[in-house]
């Protein structure tokens, strides 16, 4: 009687077992397809001369691209753009969708809600066409910023996109218009702020200032922890906008030639797919380390509230 | 507030620069009294010819008159309002007047815009790719986060880090074998490399429908087993009823993603104008369109049409579901 009770319920967990694997089997089939071989297939070609255009010629080159990649200058510039780009543009992302979102909490503010529909919308515009519109509002001579530039400072504007200098300056000023979600996010994160906090810093005394950074910043780094991490993977993986803006060929001069954009170049322009499948596993790995090192700071200064993960 | 005021307006310059360079002549565009909106100088037809407006001062104040024969010290003028007068001499330069300038904008870039870049194809399209890659997505991801929200199963926390670990994998590392894959299999130059990997759910989706799922009361479920439902009938009579909110934000963000996606099209399509989306058909053009900001902005303006209208026609479950997303991650 026992064993047979014992049986029914063994096989109550096995069925569900089953379910579970039957809901859950379609992404393991597809982790395998998308994921898992093309991973070990692209850290497999790494080590050939794979070229489609003469496929007989395939042979193993032991680390030649390797090496290749660490005597490449291309690489090396295209990594220094790309570092100097997302130094520039990581911390604003956090930073300026942060003010915002402060802004937008504030008790002050009448209709909320819109303001942050407003400052959400742009988020939902296509890159290209946001490009588009930044062409238009960065021209030298008739977009509105130089002239408002010229109209309050009298001295004429950057010709943004064409000036070597100022490219880069220009495209994290377009990435403004990319900052809805983080700033939702954030948004969130203030929200669940417990009010007695602040009441309590209120008792005692204590400035916005110190309000601010002692308890907003610490109770929403989880946030931030998240946010930082999504826009460095974003940053190495830069593309659409600079693609563009560079004509597809890097202008002006080779510095909008992001790394992405090289492996890009490298694998489906010249088809030399060994060269760029060594590419893509370097940017992984510089990815994953850099990933694991936040993730490592994170008990400096992530704070997780009672009781979370 | 009026610091919010002031973000605000400098954050949508851009869109106020869109809508009012959509309307502009190439004229109006490069002229600097017409920075704001589409304006041109007045003109009066005066015996059979167009005629600049200007004010000029005269004894009885500034009037608005139109130069008829402009001389160096000085010319002969119209008054429209009484042309009968016939010519009235002015002393002094009419280079130093101010023109009359009224509001024209022009409705000639939109239709040009859209035959230049073949519009109608490219919006057929994108939206074939986007509504197929979306169906895809969400109903593939609707039965995994379900999995993962309601059965126990052996290594499901090992899967569950998994699919949250490959939101940081760059697609540049599985790009290359999965190009060479579709190619081998005739799919290059096709639509399918675009669409059929999103029938295998995707990390965002599982993720924000099992939170969500997570959240609905489980006496439902089991009141509908003990009725006899296995846990299909009660994923779909039970779950999904009371999803419809993330079921949207979901969508919508699946559908926004693949409308504005330029990488994968401009990989797999490369060659195949005919089968372009309108990012990648786009881009083809604004280099044509860099010089002519009207046309461009104008194009600009109608590829945001079905998003925008999309997106505040939907704003609450949506702006819902980020939320969800937001405070759980």
Not at chain 2, 139 to 160: D, H, M
Not at chain 2, 188 to 210: E, K, Q, S
């Amino acid at each position: 009687m026992v064993g047979k009770t014992k049986r029914w319920k063994l096989g109550l967990a096995q069925r569900e077992e089953l379910w579970g694997f039957a809901f859950v089997g379609l992404w393991i089939i597809g982790f395998f397809l998308w994921t898992a071989i093309p991973m070990t297939a692209s850290l497999v070609f790494s080590f050939t001369n794979l070229n489609p255009i003469h496929p007989d010629q395939t042979r193993f080159v032991g680390l030649a691209n390797y090496m290749l990649l660490f005597n490449d200058l291309q690489v090396r510039d295209a990594t220094w753009i790309t570092l100097r780009f997302a130094l520039i543009s990581v911390p604003l992302s956090i930073v300026v969708p942060l003010a915002i979102a402060v802004l937008v909490n504030s008790k002050y503010l009448i209709g909320k809600n819109i303001f942050r529909t407003l400052f959400y919308m742009p988020y939902l515009i296509p890159v290209v066409v946001g490009v588009m519109v930044w062409q238009g509002i960065l021209n030298s001579e008739s977009g509105w910023l130089n002239r408002i530039i010229e109209a309050i400072f009298g001295i004429k504007g950057p010709r943004w996109f064409q000036d070597e200098f100022w490219v880069l300056p220009a495209l994290t000023i377009m990435g403004f218009w990319g900052i809805g979600n983080t700033m939702l996010t954030l948004l969130a994160g203030l929200q669940n702020v417990p009010t007695e906090m602040y009441e309590a810093a209120e008792v005692d005394g204590a400035g916005p200032v110190y309000t601010f950074f002692r308890i907003t910043l610490p109770m929403i780094s989880p946030v931030i922890f998240y946010n930082l991490t999504i826009a460095l993977i974003c940053a190495f993986q830069y593309f659409t906008q600079a693609y563009i803006i560079g004509n597809g060929r890097g202008d002006p001069n080779g510095q909008t030639t992001f790394y992405n954009i090289y492996l890009y170049k490298t694998a489906f322009a010249f088809q030399d797919m060994g060269y760029g499948s060594t590419l893509a596993w370097a940017m992984f790995i510089v990815v994953l380390i850099l990933t694991v090192i936040l993730f490592k700071t994170q008990s400096r200064w992530v704070y997780y509230g009672g009781g979370e993960d | 507030m009026l610091i919010a005021l002031g973000a605000v307006i400098a954050f949508l310059m851009p869109l106020g620069y869109m809508g009012t360079t959509a309307f502009k002549t190439i004229q109006q565009i490069i002229d600097p009294h017409s920075v704001l909106l589409p304006s041109s100088p007045m003109t009066y037809n005066y015996q059979g010819k167009d005629y600049t407006l200007y004010q000029v001062p005269t004894e009885q104040g500034i009037r608005t008159l139109a130069l008829v024969e402009p001389g160096r010290e000085e010319s002969g003028w119209i008054d429209p309002a009484n042309p009968a007068a016939g010519i009235i001499t002015w002393v002094g330069r009419w280079r130093t007047l101010e023109p009359v300038y009224e509001i024209r904008p022009t409705l000639d870039n939109f239709p040009r815009a859209w035959d230049q870049i073949n519009f109608p194809r490219l919006f057929r399209n994108t939206l074939f790719i986007s509504l197929s890659s979306t169906l895809g997505a969400v109903i593939s991801s609707i039965f995994v986060a379900y999995g993962f929200a309601r059965f126990r199963f052996r290594g499901k926390n090992t899967l569950f880090l998994l699919l949250m670990a490959s939101i940081i994998l760059p697609t540049q590392v599985t790009l290359i074998p999965q190009y060479i894959f579709f190619r081998s299999i005739g799919w290059g130059g096709t639509w399918l490399p675009l669409i059929v990997p999103h029938f295998f759910a995707n990390a965002y989706n599982v993720f924000l429908l099992r939170q969500y799922f997570r959240g609905i009361p489980r006496d439902l479920d089991e009141a509908a087993t003990i009725d006899g439902a296995n846990p299909l009938r009660i994923l779909f009579s039970v779950i999904i009823p009371q999803s419809w909110s993330a079921l949207t934000a979901v969508s919508l963000f699946h559908f926004f993603w693949a409308w504005n996606d330029f990488f994968t099209p401009l990989v797999y399509l490369q060659g195949n104008p005919e089968l372009y989306p309108i990012s990648v058909g786009l881009t083809e053009f604004t280099n044509a369109f860099t010089t002519q900001p009207g046309l461009a902005m104008a194009a600009a303006m109608m590829t945001l049409a079905l998003p925008a209208v999309l997106f505040f026609s939907a704003q609450r479950a949506f702006m819902q579901g980020i939320v969800i997303t937001g405070v759980e991650k």
